[in-house]
């Protein structure tokens, strides 16, 4: 439901701290404003960290996750995506980390994915892959909640050889954080 802006209404640094903001405004036919940001450079392998606080307004689906530098297997999902934190805002206690491949995506209804339990987002909690050669494991603060191993199967199932980059965003609606009513106002 949002539209993405550099708009410093939706994305700014305060006190030393990225904001994101999603404002209930119409601009090119969406009703929500938001932002996303993309890293310049890109990777294979290591560990990735992020901490964040999230919103909990319903409809709001915040995301750090990343997506392949070159589509060398083909489009989405073939590529392969990594969701390392995905939130929605009506599960307030629930981070989901996923992949996203020929074999397993949520079109098929095969993705492969976990979510943590009770954690208060509101507060900061450091949010984590790492990633190699034959797994990528999930994190909250250093405790494990997810891992997906390489089966050897080939692209199809493991198309998390190649570069990829990151992305961070406050979506707004859409197939997993529109699955509940929205809340009106703004939100970061």
């Known amino acids: 439901e949002q539209y993405y802006t550099s708009n410093s209404q939706n994305i700014r640094i305060e006190n030393g701290e990225l904001i994101i903001e999603s404002i209930n405004e119409n601009i090119e036919n969406s009703e929500y404003t938001s932002a996303r940001i993309y890293s310049i450079d890109n990777w294979r392998y290591g560990r990735i960290d992020i901490k964040a606080k999230l919103p909990t307004g319903k409809g709001t ?8 530098q070159n589509e060398s297997y083909g489009g989405w999902p073939s590529s392969g995506e990594i969701d390392i934190m995905e939130h929605v805002g009506c599960n ?3 981070i989901f980390g996923s992949i996203h ?4 995506n ?4 095969t993705q492969q994915t976990s979510p943590s339990s009770n954690i208060n987002v509101e507060d900061y909690h450091v949010y984590r892959i790492d990633w190699n050669e034959n ?12 891992q997906f191993n390489n089966d050897n ?4 199932s493991w198309p998390f ?10 979506a707004v609606g859409g197939t997993f954080g529109g699955y509940c009513e929205f809340d009106s106002g703004e939100v970061d």
């Open 92 to 94: 307030p206690g629930s």
């Open 106 to 109: 949520h079109q098929d209804g």
């Open 101 to 104: 491949c020929d074999d397993y």
């Open 153 to 156: 199967g080939g692209s199809n």
């Open 135 to 146: 797994y990528i494991k999930w994190y909250i603060d250093n405790n494990l909640f997810f």
């Open 61 to 68: 689906w915040p995301a750090f996750w990343m997506l392949p």
């Open 161 to 170: 050889d190649k570069d990829f980059y990151l992305i961070l965003n406050l």
